[in-house]
T-cell receptor, first 113, second 113 residues
């Protein structure tokens, strides 16, 4: 299991660079995955989702990649901007979960000007 | 856009008080959820509801109850508040059926003194 701590892992990137945020999941039955962004003082905001019948999905400046073989999910942000600074969560669900999501602990993205 | 509104952004209560946290969504969603968010622990599901007057326990229901008398409103109740219930509380809603993203409110930061 994951260790519990007060501080989230942090990814620091230069403004304009691409960011890659990674997430490992453990439930091989999971078939739906979501990325959320949470800015300070706000609730999680939906970014992009992907179903297990796909391995890649693109949105505006974001791409989600799914590797079911190694149970790994990643979020790529192109041309990272200061407004992208936030905590990012991955979440997973499966067919029998009654729409419940299991969330990762989160990663802080810090964008350097 | 889906709007999930939590009645209070900040709340301070005393140990032993009965505390009500209110959540309203405006999209006629069947499913509603209450989470608490603590540093290093991520989002943990307290209770959820998939229809009026229906409720199910999540992962950490102890010390909490819920009420869903109307489809748009889902209330979280701390029967006798304790200091270990100091946390950020997040409400989410979701249209029923199939895999869809949950939509979150901006949270209530509750302090129990």
């Amino acid at each position: 299991g994951e260790s519990v701590g007060l501080h989230l892992p942090t990814l620091s990137v230069q403004e304009g660079d691409n960011s890659i945020i990674n997430c490992a999941y453990s439930n091989s039955a999971s078939d739906y995955f979501i990325w959320y962004k949470q800015e300070s003082g706000k609730g999680p905001q939906f970014i992009i989702d992907i179903r297990s019948n796909m391995d890649k999905r693109q949105g505006q400046r974001v791409t989600v990649l799914l590797n079911k073989t190694v149970k790994h999910l990643s979020l790529q942000i192109a041309a990272t901007q200061p407004g992208d600074s936030a905590v990012y969560f991955c979440a997973e669900s499966y067919a029998g979960a009654n729409s419940k999501l299991t969330f990762g602990k989160g990663i802080t993205l810090s964008v350097r000007p | 856009d889906v709007k999930v509104t939590q009645s209070s952004r900040y709340l301070v209560k005393r140990t032993g008080e009965k505390v009500f946290l209110e959540c309203v969504q405006d999209m006629d969603h069947e499913n509603m959820f209450w989470y608490r968010q603590d540093p290093g622990l991520g989002l943990r599901l307290i209770y959820f509801s998939y229809d009026v007057k229906m409720k199910e326990k999540g992962d950490i229901p102890e010390g909490y109850s819920v009420s869903r008398e109307k489809k748009e409103r889902f209330s979280l109740i701390l029967e006798s508040a304790s200091t270990n219930q100091t946390s950020m509380y997040l409400c989410a809603s979701l249209v029923g059926g199939g895999h869809q993203p949950q939509h979150f409110g901006d949270g209530t930061r509750l302090s129990i003194l």
